[in-house]
């Protein structure tokens, strides 16, 4: 017979270890289901010189904070994988590493089946914690270019020195992006940057992180519906940095550093890029948002009288160098430009091809309120915009579980240890 659990979570990331720790600390039987190694994505798409946007007094989940010695230094990849680890041991979280879950699907009983490539599990309830970001986006456009171009995406992405020589193609000018292009900036590669309308913000602002200021603004608790304009929820998080004790990263500062900006890549025929002449619009966008941050955060601390500094220079604001002409490119030949490597940074897709349960919409995104679906007991979690903004980030992930657990409590769908 199938061995039967009252909870199947699956994905060991931080959502699936939060709401292993909840359910552990409720007595409920489970158990959490992992393709590869706790912290997966995070070991496998995330570069080597990779550091976490957010400080560390703001990434702990529930039961343990994260580097509290050192609460406003920001993590790279490693000390977040070893905290994983350290989490899933402390509390002893049952975790099924290297077990893939390659179908789901709902039985006549209303329950749930789930098949590994060693059995089939069946539960009550499962929680789907593997994230909105395990697969990487590459354009269709990629398809188009030369053969002898290596073709890389942000999630494969190691380091400059696994590249071949030459310059390097980075496109996409979210947080990733320009993360790498500073990456490589520093080793010394040219780096062509194809840019396109992002936000950015101020790493620090009279004294205080940007994300303590949002966090006391209330701008992490805002709610899905809320959003004057639905379509920002799929807008690239604005860029900043936390490598180098974090600093502020606008697309000016990048070509102060040796970036060559280009505009969006439009098309591709073998080596010659069509490229878009917008390069100017989208500076002037994210100077726009930056400008409209700092306003708000000013706004709040009128009305709050709270005691900061005074502004101060920012060497990632503008001004900065001349862009050199880089609006009026329309076109590039990678050949003749010595480009060797394009890196797409055009974000994540999730990858629910082996849920086979109708709970999708027509563009494959989930249906559900708050990470609770219309079939009892299916839950997602981990997921960007799941209940409020900070969902997405480890920030919020906490709070999400602990209502999710809360409401497989609340309907019956486990039966605590005694």
């Given at each position: 017979m199938s061995p039967m659990v009252d909870v199947v979570v699956v994905g060991a990331g931080q959502a699936g270890l939060v709401a292993s720790y909840?359910?552990?600390?409720?007595?409920?039987?489970?158990?959490?289901?992992?393709?590869?190694?706790?912290?997966?994505?995070?070991?496998?798409?995330?570069?080597?010189?990779?550091?976490?946007n957010t400080p560390n007094w703001s990434n702990g989940l529930a039961g343990r904070e994260f580097h509290p010695e050192e609460p406003h230094a920001f993590a790279g990849r490693n000390e977040l994988v070893a905290f994983f680890e350290d989490y899933a041991s402390?509390?002893?979280?049952?975790?099924?590493?290297?077990?893939?879950?390659?179908?789901?699907?709902?039985?006549?009983?209303g329950r749930y089946a789930l098949r590994t490539p060693s059995e089939e599990v069946h539960a009550k309830a499962v929680v789907l914690a593997s994230g909105g970001m395990s697969r990487?986006?590459?354009?269709?456009?990629s398809q188009r270019l030369p053969d002898d171009l290596v073709v890389s995406s942000a999630g494969s992405y190691r380091n400059p020195e696994a590249l071949p020589k030459g310059?390097?193609?980075v496109v996409g000018s979210g947080q990733s992006g320009c993360q790498i292009a500073e990456d490589l900036l520093e080793a010394g590669r040219e780096v062509y940057l194809s840019v396109s309308k992002v936000a950015r913000v101020p790493r620090s602002y009279r004294g205080r992180d940007i994300v303590a200021w949002w966090k006391d603004m209330g701008f992490w608790d805002v709610k899905l519906q809320q959003l004057e304009d639905q379509s920002l929820q799929f807008a690239a998080l604005p860029q900043v940095s936390g490598t180098h004790g974090g600093h502020t990263v606008s697309l000016q500062s990048l070509a102060r550093d040796g970036a060559v900006l280009l505009g969006r890549v439009l098309d591709a025929d073998g080596h010659v890029l069509k490229i878009d002449r917008g390069v100017r619009d989208c500076i002037r966008f994210a100077d726009e948002k930056s400008r409209a941050f700092k306003a708000a955060m000013d706004a709040h601390i009128d009305r709050s009288a709270v005691?900061?500094?005074?502004?101060?220079?920012?060497?990632?604001?503008?001004?900065?160098?001349?862009?050199?002409?880089?609006?009026?490119?329309?076109?590039?030949?990678?050949?003749?430009?010595?480009?060797?490597?394009?890196?797409?940074?055009?974000?994540f897709d999730a990858d629910w091809s082996w849920g086979q349960v109708d709970v999708f919409d027509q563009g494959g995104r989930p249906r559900h309120s708050g990470g609770i679906t219309e079939y009892p007991?299916?839950?997602?979690?981990?997921?960007?915009w799941l209940s409020a903004r900070k969902s997405g980030i480890l920030l919020g992930v906490s709070d999400d579980a602990a209502r999710i657990v809360q409401h497989i409590r609340a309907h019956g769908l486990s039966d605590p240890a005694a």
């Amino acid at each position: 017979m199938s061995p039967m659990v009252d909870v199947v979570v699956v994905g060991a990331g931080q959502a699936g270890l939060v709401a292993s720790y909840l359910l552990s600390l409720d007595h409920v039987e489970h158990v959490v289901l992992e393709r590869g190694d706790i912290g997966q994505s995070w070991r496998t798409q995330r570069w080597d010189s990779f550091h976490l946007n957010t400080p560390n007094w703001s990434n702990g989940l529930a039961g343990r904070e994260f580097h509290p010695e050192e609460p406003h230094a920001f993590a790279g990849r490693n000390e977040l994988v070893a905290f994983f680890e350290d989490y899933a041991s402390i509390f002893q979280l049952p975790i099924r590493p290297h077990t893939q879950v390659t179908y789901l699907r709902r039985t006549s009983n209303g329950r749930y089946a789930l098949r590994t490539p060693s059995e089939e599990v069946h539960a009550k309830a499962v929680v789907l914690a593997s994230g909105g970001m395990s697969r990487p986006r590459v354009p269709e456009v990629s398809q188009r270019l030369p053969d002898d171009l290596v073709v890389s995406s942000a999630g494969s992405y190691r380091n400059p020195e696994a590249l071949p020589k030459g310059a390097v193609l980075v496109v996409g000018s979210g947080q990733s992006g320009c993360q790498i292009a500073e990456d490589l900036l520093e080793a010394g590669r040219e780096v062509y940057l194809s840019v396109s309308k992002v936000a950015r913000v101020p790493r620090s602002y009279r004294g205080r992180d940007i994300v303590a200021w949002w966090k006391d603004m209330g701008f992490w608790d805002v709610k899905l519906q809320q959003l004057e304009d639905q379509s920002l929820q799929f807008a690239a998080l604005p860029q900043v940095s936390g490598t180098h004790g974090g600093h502020t990263v606008s697309l000016q500062s990048l070509a102060r550093d040796g970036a060559v900006l280009l505009g969006r890549v439009l098309d591709a025929d073998g080596h010659v890029l069509k490229i878009d002449r917008g390069v100017r619009d989208c500076i002037r966008f994210a100077d726009e948002k930056s400008r409209a941050f700092k306003a708000a955060m000013d706004a709040h601390i009128d009305r709050s009288a709270v005691e900061t500094e005074a502004p101060r220079p920012d060497p990632g604001e503008p001004p900065l160098p001349d862009l050199k002409g880089s609006d009026e490119i329309a076109s590039l030949d990678l050949r003749r430009a010595g480009v060797s490597c394009v890196i797409w940074c055009a974000g994540f897709d999730a990858d629910w091809s082996w849920g086979q349960v109708d709970v999708f919409d027509q563009g494959g995104r989930p249906r559900h309120s708050g990470g609770i679906t219309e079939y009892p007991g299916l839950y997602f979690l981990g997921m960007p915009w799941l209940s409020a903004r900070k969902s997405g980030i480890l920030l919020g992930v906490s709070d999400d579980a602990a209502r999710i657990v809360q409401h497989i409590r609340a309907h019956g769908l486990s039966d605590p240890a005694a």
